[in-house]
């Protein structure tokens, strides 16, 4: 398997079995189990495959070409760094999946659960292996989405719910300021490519941006590890079921912040600001995560604390700006990994065969699950770093680099204390979760019986602690090559000489963590007897809760900022929006007129055509006809605006332009109808209301709006007037015009730079136009009718109740006397335009027309239909699913787009030539007439989605009548 396929499958096979998860049922948990686990040892064979490629410092790479013109491709890049965090989101990803194979209940809808977690272990694969930082910050906001899918799983508890949402507040905030802070970064260094950005440091550091860019970075880091002062969001976290707990608590999300720390270490690493910011968040979350643990009555929520309070150790380390200091952090995240996975799964186990996680409720288990007691003790000895055990290896490293001096600073001075203080607490939370649980009097009015689980489920456990100890006692034959491997890719050059001997002899670290073993066994047998009887959280600081703190905050800005904001500055009415609009449009273009003065082109007017001047008179006067009718006569002004949309029309003939004259009048037609629609469902109004006299106030609001319009369009005027006037040197007409049939393979310009030039543009364009299109829907989906337009029109009802007297008339007579002869016709026309709009599809590379085009015409031929014979009569004869239109468009556009990749070219990069076919001759087929093809489907399917939207009024309105009707009936 080649550098290319194995960075792509191991990237691309989580998405695809997320996929396929969601497409299994509910209750087929072997099933779902046995997918997820393949998807997870298949990324975890291919991370071992790759690892003789990385073991020599050098790195994996592989490039796809997106926007190669401005930096933006999808690379893929793995190091040995990224290597070891690969290893570990796939490793401890598939015993997590054997572990929620027997976790979840067979009441939950399991499919969706693996269906969201193998796309969080795709985000999190492709944050470690992004080689582009916009890549990274696309991924890095993937796991916030999805850790918020997974932590709010279960959807019903009001805690779930709860959490989820706070996690993505803080994480997706801070994923924004990181994307501000890599924006700035490729600002400074020229590029996004992660290569060239790790050997720009000194050149990031001297700059003067260094210091936004420190703080938004560290901003996104610090969000995402739960450092202070945003660590509150963690133990709210914990409402997720344990499987998510276990995973994101070991090898992704939280340690997604550590690892940018780390991987941006070389870059900005070293400077006083860096030392004090990421270095006071280490110490408080190291400090206050342990302190807090301590007096955690639920497992999980001493264990959540106890990762903020590991996190701080790692986040300390790295900000010392030493080499061993990032050596020990590396090392200690893989250590803590491997110990808090396998005490979360114990916490599960707990939870699952005993029916609570309340530490005052249980006691003695170990007499009931012996095993499970013994794994959870030797995993807890490894947090609280006793000897023989991989924790105590890198709690070593930490002790001997917090006693060194790296800043003469109060931080500095405090970190040795803080360290033994840290260790002393740790060891306390340890010995009362294993004390507490599985020690004492057997525990009484459990929920259930507790008894060992079964085996499969204690195996991921067995396996992690196995590490522990393997690692604890030889880490020199067992981790050494892999953490070195890890550690060259991220110092290079600069990787210290370190040793993984686990004696080195009476040392000062030794007997840092001497006495931090026996001030934690004190400091335990003091607050024994106080915490079995006391309330939750901490004392002296109970009433910090940061949950309180951010529910105030979210408060402040939603009831109090925005409500103060949308009094002052919000309306519901259109006019105000719209004013405001062309005021701040008009600001914005006559600022730089006004600073850089406003100069004319030389060109002068040779002459003028009398009729085109004739025409644009009567298009000018439909214009100011329609918005003096608009506020009376709502048809009238219909009618004039649709006769300014023809003379629009008219001139793109007139300068020769057919394309975009046809464009303009299908879009005018439809348009026009789908407003008159609309339009019936407006209430009336009374000329009553409009010939009331108005006072001063109203006619000045209309002189001050006149006068807004009045400039924006003299702006307007004068800006195309001074762009008309000029005669740039060359022309992007000229590349277009000389490019069009060489390299596109069409003769229509427009449709050319459409669906090849600016094919990207108009993939996002085509995009909107579908959301826009679901937002319609969704909209009118809740819009009722007024009162006064739920009854037909007078013409219509008149007619009824004539058809209804008719001796010969036909239960199945849908079409009445009333238009009968235009809507036999317009029936008829479904065919004929059908045919049309294949027409304007086929021949749009060459000759007017193209996607869009047909697309409009297709939705004229439903409009019609609809307008014809009703809503009801139409949907029984037509299967009419325009979100499939929708997503069958763009989803042609994509494979289009993505197909020029298999053959090396950046994303929808086109492809043309010509067919030689029998009694035809050539034929031109190129791969954009493909592409044309997923605009025309979408096109189509949004407008009739918003005609269906506007037609399914009248089904409304019936309703309503027969509603008001049996009230009325049952009033007599």
Known sequence: MTDDTSLILMLVLPFVGSFLASLLPSNARNAEAWLAGGVALIGLAIAISCYPSVAAGGAMRTEIEWLPSIGLNISLRMDGFAWLFAMLISGIGFLVVLYARYYMSPEDPVARFFSFFLAFMGAMLGVVISGNLILLVVFWELTSIFSFLLIGYWHHNASARDGARMALTVTATGGLALLAGVLLIGHIVGSYDLDRVLASGDTIRSHDLYIPVLVLVLLGALTKSAQFP????????????????????????????????????????????????????????????????????????????????????????????????????????????????????????????????????????????????TLAMVASAAMAGVPLLNGFLSKEMFFAEAIETHEVSILDTAAPYAAVLAGAFAVTYSIRFIHGVFFGPPPTELPREPHEPPFLMRFPIQLLVLACLVVGIVPGITIGPYLHTAVTSVLGINTPAYSLAVWHGFTLPLIMSVIALAGGVVLYQLLKNYLARCEEGPPLLRRLKGQRIFERIMVTLSWRWARTVESRLGTRRLQPQLRLLVLVAFGAAAWPLYRGGFQSGGLTLAGADVVFACIWVIGIACAIGAAYQAKFHRLAALILLGGAGLVTCITFVWLSAPDLAVTQLLVEVVTTVLILLGLRWLPKRLKMDLREPTTIAARLRRIRDLALAVAAGLGMTLIAYAVMTRTPPNTIADYFLERAYLEGGGRNVVNVILVDFRAFDTFGEITVLGIVALTVFALLRRFRPAPDSVESPEQQRIQSAFDDARPDRKSGDTLSDYLFVPSVIMQWLFPVIIVFAAYLLLRGHDLPGGGFAAGVAMAAAFILQYMAAGTKWVEDRLRVLPVNWIGLGLLISACVGAGSWIFGYPFLTSHSRYLDLPLVGEVPAPSAALFDLGVFSLVVGATVLMLIALAHQSIRRLRASKVAAAAEEEAA
């Not at 006083?272 to 979350?285: H, L, N």
């Not at 639920?298 to 200091?325: E, M, N, R, V, W």
């Not at 609570?356 to 409720?361: A, K, N």
């Open 230 to 373: 945003f660590h509150f969001w963690l133990p709210n976290a914990m409402a997720a079921p344990t499987p998510v707990s276990a995973y994101l608590h070991s090898a992704t999300m939280v340690k997604a912040g550590v690892f940018l720390m780390a991987r941006f270490w070389p870059v900005l690493a070293g400077s006083y600001e860096w030392f004090w910011i990421v270095g006071f968040a280490g110490m408080m979350s190291l400090l206050l995560g342990a302190y807090f643990a301590i007096f955690q009555q639920d497992i999980k929520g001493l264990l959540a604390y106890s990762t903020i309070s590991h996190l701080g150790l790692i986040t300390l380390l790295l900000s010392l700006g030493s080499p061993l200091g990032a050596v020990a952090a590396i090392f200690h995240m893989m250590n803590h990994a491997t110990f808090k996975a396998s005490l979360f799964m114990a916490a599960g186990i707990i939870d699952h065969e005993s029916g609570t996680r309340d530490i005052r409720r249980l006691s003695g288990l170990f007499r009931f699950m012996p095993a499970t007691a």
